[in-house]
């Protein structure tokens, strides 16, 4: 019914910049957060950064000042601009969606396949 794609991520050098999008499809009525997690090898998945239908968005304190996450709500697309990369910050982003479907009650939640992000030293 509903469907996270992922693309950009890569391989950088570190002090390097890179960009994610995740655009969400199928028969979704509103989206009321979108955000970005990650997952490096042999850790749990972490919040990066997410962002509300209203714009107001939450970091977490790793990449505060470095990340910038937005937003295009008629397109149901997130974006993560991440610059002054570490290599700490390798590993596998996840895009998520806190949404309504047509036709049904409550919310769900969504989760993208994930995009490797690898920070080289």
């Known amino acids: 019914q509903v469907q996270l794609v992922e693309s950009g991520g890569g391989l950088v050098e570190a002090g390097g910049s890179l960009g994610l999008s995740c655009a969400a499809s199928?028969?979704?009525?509103?989206?009321?957060?979108m955000g970005w997690y990650r997952q490096a090898p042999g850790q749990q998945r972490e919040l990066v950064a997410v962002i509300t239908s209203g714009g107001t968005t939450n970091y977490a304190s790793s990449v505060k000042g470095r990340f910038t996450i937005s937003s295009d709500n008629a397109k149901k697309t997130v974006y993560l601009q991440m610059n002054s990369l570490k290599p700490e910050d390798t590993a596998v982003y996840y895009c998520?969606?806190?949404?309504?479907?047509?036709?049904?009650?409550?919310?769900?939640?969504?989760w993208g396949q994930g995009t490797q992000v690898t920070v080289s030293s």
């Open positions: 199928g028969r979704i009525r509103s989206i009321n957060v």
């Open positions: 998520n969606a806190d949404l309504t479907i047509q036709g049904t009650l409550g919310t769900y939640r969504y």
